[in-house]
């Protein structure tokens, strides 16, 4: 099963790098103990994928990553869970499976 999210990233937040927003929902994933999927292999990883890289300093409210689920869950639930890990300045504004 597929999620995938809309979230928003603003304030100072915006100024940090796109591999900084992979290590940080990495990180919010572990923490809120979400069934992510992890890839096999010699370095596992959380199998995520997201849009294109913002250019440092901009602000958005569009960006969009697909998280691969191992058991199916609420879309509500995994937006609820990941924002409480989540800092203030990055929102997951919608979430919804993906087919």
């Not at 990233?9 to 992979?22: A, E, N, P, R, T």
Request: aromatic share 10%.
């Amino acid at each position: 099963m597929k999620l995938e999210t809309a979230f928003c990233k603003k304030g100072q937040l915006k100024y940090i790098s796109h591999l900084d927003i992979v290590r940080l929902f990495q990180r919010a994933i572990r923490r809120a103990g979400l069934p992510v999927t992890i890839s096999q292999g010699f370095t596992p990883h959380y199998k995520i994928g997201f849009s294109n890289a913002l250019k440092l300093g901009i602000e958005s409210e569009g960006e969009t990553a697909v998280f691969a689920i191992d058991n199916w869950m609420d879309p509500v639930e995994f937006k609820t869970r990941l924002n409480e890990k989540l800092p203030e300045g990055i929102k997951v504004i919608e979430c919804k499976k993906r087919f």
